[in-house]
């Protein structure tokens, strides 16, 4: 077991910011061919250079590039992996008339391999409008992203005849020359962004992975042998977290249900620094599944929500915060949001000034109940 690095602070966030008005139209040019890829860019720079001020003024210690140069916070990164092959995702209409975006399939069609530095640049330029005192954060998606949507009928069966152990050291070895890239360029701190497992907490998701052959019960210890194939090759010095979402399209979410089914696989077996656990109402359950965290590990409690603006009241943050720290050391606990602002392009149904008010928030109640750090 290794020696577990230690967040910034006792305050954090996940990472996707509401994108500007005139990015949003910059990239709708880009779209119809009005501009090219490099005006682009430049125009995401000025949006990236801004919300690094907006999350050091508001008093952040990690800080992200908002997701800004994403459309979809794991088909971009993933897509660009040798062997993957993403279909597009499309709006299906419910029942009761709201849209709701189907998930997009990862389809695996060669061997999986690092074919080019995926985030080297982004970071790069965030790491160069980052005030010295920050902590620059790259955020990518869960390596586990790649079998659990599809499942085996998702992955190649020539290039893949059998999945363990070849398909997975081949997507850890692709993860490990990502996080090694990153790391040479100074990045200390990396996030994987994981649907799968919170899904795995919903009993019609559990279903769902019935159906295609999989058993939810024995994939989450599977999972955790993976994400420990891509642990094994962190470089030295770097904080790997994960933050477990249960959907996050335009204030929807995809899943609900108790930590309970995944939680001794997440918090004992994979060996991760930080886990960012999504609690910010009724459908997360309960802290019960946090008595499986050990000594040296940190769990952020995603209490305050992004999905909405109404304001969540301090004092009842910190009754669940200690809560919380009856099954797991207060000292092993932080403060977030609980998921992005805009994991996808779209945003969340929340105004620009309320990100603001929710992560002072986050910072203020962190602050009352650790002190300064």
């Not at 790997?240 to 335009?250: S, V």
Request: charged share 30%.
């Amino acid at each position: 077991m290794s020696q577990h690095a230690r967040l910034p602070a006792r305050y954090d966030h996940v990472g996707s910011f509401l994108r500007p008005q005139y990015l949003l139209e910059a990239r709708e040019k880009k779209s119809k061919g009005e501009i090219n890829a490099e005006q682009l860019r430049e125009v995401e720079d000025k949006a990236i250079t801004e919300i690094v001020k907006f999350q050091e003024d508001v008093g952040l210690k990690s800080v992200t590039d908002g997701e800004f140069r994403r459309t979809y916070f794991h088909i971009d990164f993933l897509e660009q992996l040798g062997g993957v092959q993403a279909d597009v995702p499309v709006l299906i209409k419910k029942a009761d008339g709201h849209e709701e975006l189907a998930p997009p399939v990862m389809r695996v069609i060669d061997k999986v391999r690092h074919a080019k530095n995926i985030q080297l640049a982004d970071f790069e330029y965030l790491k160069s409008q980052v005030s010295a005192g920050h902590t620059p954060k790259v955020t990518i998606p869960s390596p586990t992203m790649l079998h659990f949507r599809g499942g085996r009928a998702g992955i190649s069966k020539t290039a893949y005849p059998e999945l363990d152990p070849e398909f997975y050291d081949d997507v850890a070895k692709a993860y490990g020359d990502e996080l090694r890239s990153l790391a040479a360029a100074g990045c200390t701190y990396v996030q994987m962004d994981d649907t799968n497992l919170a899904y795995l907490c919903d009993e019609h998701l559990r279903e769902a992975a019935r159906q295609r052959g999989d058993d939810p019960n024995e994939l989450p210890h599977r999972y955790a042998k993976f994400i420990n194939k891509v642990v094994a090759q962190k470089p030295p010095g770097m904080l790997l977290a994960m933050h477990l979402c249960r959907g996050n399209f335009k204030s929807t979410h995809a899943a609900a249900g108790n930590y309970e089914p995944v939680a001794e696989a997440l918090l004992e077996e994979m060996d991760l620094d930080a886990y960012f656990m999504e609690y910010d109402d009724a459908r997360s359950g309960d802290f019960k599944p946090l008595r499986f965290l050990p000594k040296g590990k940190t769990v952020v409690l995603g209490l305050v929500t992004t999905k909405f603006g109404q304001m969540e009241d301090k004092d009842e943050l910190k009754r669940r915060i200690d809560d919380a720290s009856k099954y797991a050391d207060l000292d092993q606990l932080a403060l977030s949001p609980q998921c992005g602002f805009s994991s996808t392009v779209h945003g969340n149904n929340i105004a620009v000034e309320a990100q603001r008010a929710k992560l002072r928030l986050v910072i203020e109640t962190a602050q009352e109940v650790w002190g300064s750090t």
